[in-house]
């Protein structure tokens, strides 16, 4: 049995090999290197300028003057005579900061300045080039430019990102009317943020060319560099992740300082309520029970009395408005189990001399001992305003029916299990015009003694409870019946199957 | 003697650290028929809780030093079937004291209110 000969893999039917000393050469076009490590730069700029200068062409470096010192040590070891070519006047060191200044207005590159000065430049070199090259050969040939660029790192590095775009951009317009060839160089380390990506991108796309970093440049085989390409998806996926996870803890992080800046601020209403209650109830109950005294005293006659009586009317408005607006903002007690049988007989018997005087009777209707987690106040509250109105509807006496009961609620396609609570009353009934606005503040249907503020009070409440609350109202048979139907949930169940 | 005239004969102690409020639930009391007895703290309404026959309690919630949840569970302990209203000027009870006293009422609500429960806590206790 003879074992089949598996072929050796060959990277370059997966991959462009790829030289990156060809760009050395590159007697056209723009292109780009990025770098991590200074010498990295000064060989292959080296390589770049020398062979240029070695050929008899110019070669301009607009560059730090650290960098100018670097690649001038590099011609050297070339064995270039750097200064002869510098009085040649083809080889044009330039300091980068000072052809800057020359070229920009605002912090913005000038298209004009750029184009005259560094065109200016540009000319010159190719006439000294053609110049040297004459005498030495009385022969007439065309000269190369090639020009090293670095004013754009220095933008970049000083956050002008979108005048290093730009100035790439005059670049490339100026070689409309130019020939050269242009090598622009950035280090690397000056793209470490994220928001980077995008110009990143832009500067790419303004090359003919780019040359990656040294980590890959300097591998020497194609598989070495194929692995790398893998490394680098990896750590890009990797890190993509890792942003999007931060930028989830972040949002999260932003959701919960909201939360509690609305947290604390709801407290500070609340302990602000606190104070308005306790400032305007206190003196409120004296006042209150001095006029209720005052309403039936031997020592006043009936006109007093009808004064009196006036007063304590108004004073239950001032009470009622006080409590239904300072209702909103308590200070955050937890919810607690409340029995709503205790709250509504608690109503009931707040309640039961104005009944029994008006001959209100009662029809109670509890189906077991019904409890709810919430604000015992809050609960209350509601149906004090409820059975209170149910009571006003009925100044010539009737019948008040209470009904709790287990219920469940459809929301969408889930069903919600929890209490109703029933307030029925025989009264005047509400009228139609009322009934799409009866929940809006500052609507009544009793004239003046009313403020508008119970029924949307209530509703409110409810709903913060997460319950509903929907009235009916109407006559049968000549007798009027009104009914608030209040649901309180008390939990989720599962989700009804949708047909 | 009946039900009804043996509950307005019965004492109720009035405890408030603010003697305008008092004197004033003194009258309403006594207008409704009561026998009053006053105090200004919880300290010196337990001392007249344990000194003489007491029937029911009307107590701020707010007192300086001991107060009203404390004072009600301290009265409580003494004789658990005593009626207990808590009257508050705050739009709300911390929780847990809610179960201290067998009523609790906003301040500045219908003096009517006060009456009510006072005659119903005796009724059903007599």
């Known amino acids: 049995m003879s074992a089949t000969k598996i072929p050796a893999f060959d990277p370059s039917s997966v991959a462009p090999v790829a030289s990156w000393r060809e760009h050395d050469h590159d007697s056209h076009g723009h292109v780009v290197q990025f770098y991590s490590e200074d010498h990295s730069l000064l060989e292959t700029l080296g390589r770049f300028i020398g062979s240029a200068l070695e050929a008899g062409d110019a070669a301009i470096v607009i560059a730090t003057e650290a960098h100018r010192d670097g690649l001038a040590q590099q011609l050297k070891s070339r064995g270039l005579d750097v200064a002869s070519t510098i009085q040649q006047g083809r080889y044009v060191p330039l300091d980068a900061v000072e052809t800057m200044a020359e070229i920009m207005v605002a912090g913005w590159p000038d298209e004009t300045r750029f184009a005259n000065h560094i065109g200016r430049v540009i000319t010159r070199a190719r006439r000294a080039a053609e110049k040297a090259i004459q005498t030495d050969t009385s022969l007439l040939v065309e000269s190369r430019v090639v020009a090293f660029g670095e004013m754009v790192a220095l933008l970049w590095a000083e956050g002008k990102h979108p005048s290093a775009i730009r100035l790439e951009q005059l670049w490339n317009d100026l070689a409309k009317t130019h020939c050269f060839s242009l090598r622009c160089a950035y280090p690397m380390g000056g793209f470490h943020k994220q928001e980077h990506s995008e110009p990143f991108l832009k500067i790419c796309a303004e090359h003919s060319a780019v040359i990656p970093g040294e980590s890959y440049t300097s591998l020497k085989s194609e598989a070495d560099r194929l692995r790398n390409i893998s490394q680098l998806q990896q750590k890009a996926q990797a890190l993509e992740a890792e942003i999007a996870q931060r930028k989830e803890a972040q949002e999260s992080l932003r959701q919960r300082e909201t939360a509690l800046r609305d947290a604390e601020q709801h407290a500070a209403m609340g302990k602000l309520a606190a104070i308005i209650a306790h400032e305007i109830n206190n003196p409120l109950e004296v006042i209150a029970n001095v006029f209720f005294l005052l309403r039936d005293h031997p020592s006043l006659d009936d006109d007093a009395r009808g004064l009196a009586r006036i007063a304590e009317e108004e004073i239950s408005r001032v009470r009622h408005i006080a409590n239904q607006t300072l209702a909103f903002y308590r200070e955050s007690e937890k919810p607690i189990s409340v029995s709503l049988n205790q709250v509504l007989d608690g109503v009931l018997e707040i309640y039961a001399r104005s009944m029994k005087s008006h001959g209100i009777a009662v029809e109670k209707n509890y189906s077991g001992n019904r409890e709810i987690l919430a604000h015992p106040v809050e609960v209350r509250q509601v149906f004090v305003n409820l059975i209170g109105n149910a009571l006003q509807a009925m100044p010539d006496g009737g019948i008040l029916r209470v009904g709790i009961h287990d219920s469940s609620e459809s929301i969408r396609d889930s069903r919600r299990t929890g209490i109703r609570v029933n307030i029925t009353d025989t009264g005047v009934g509400i009228p139609a015009r009322y009934r799409d606005k009866l929940f809006q503040p500052f609507v009544t249907t009793k004239a003046e003694k009313g403020t508008g503020l119970g029924l949307w009070v209530s509703r409110e409440l409810v709903q913060k409870m997460g319950g509903t609350i929907r009235f009916r109202s109407g006559s049968v048979r000549g007798k009027t019946r009104t009914s608030f139907s209040v649901f309180i949930p008390t939990g989720l169940v599962a989700r009804e199957r949708v047909s | ?126």
Not at chain 2, 16 to 21: C, K, Q, W, Y
């Open chain 2, 1 to 126: 003697m009946s039900k009804r005239s043996s509950i307005r004969t019965a004492t109720i102690l009035c405890i408030d650290d603010e003697p305008t409020a008092l004197s004033v639930r003194r009258m309403l009391l006594e207008s409704a028929g009561y026998q009053v007895a006053t105090a200004h703290s919880a300290e010196e309404g337990i001392q007249i809780f344990k000194s003489r026959p007491i029937d029911a309690v009307i107590m701020d919630y707010w007192l300086s030093g001991m107060d009203g949840i404390e004072a009600a569970r301290a009265l409580k302990r003494i004789r658990p079937a005593i009626p207990i209203v808590v009257l508050s000027a705050l739009t709300e009870l911390p929780g847990e004291s809610i179960g201290a006293a067998d009523r609790w009422l906003l301040k500045g609500e219908d003096p009517a209110y006060l009456l009510n429960a006072i005659d119903t806590l005796l009724e059903s206790r007599a």
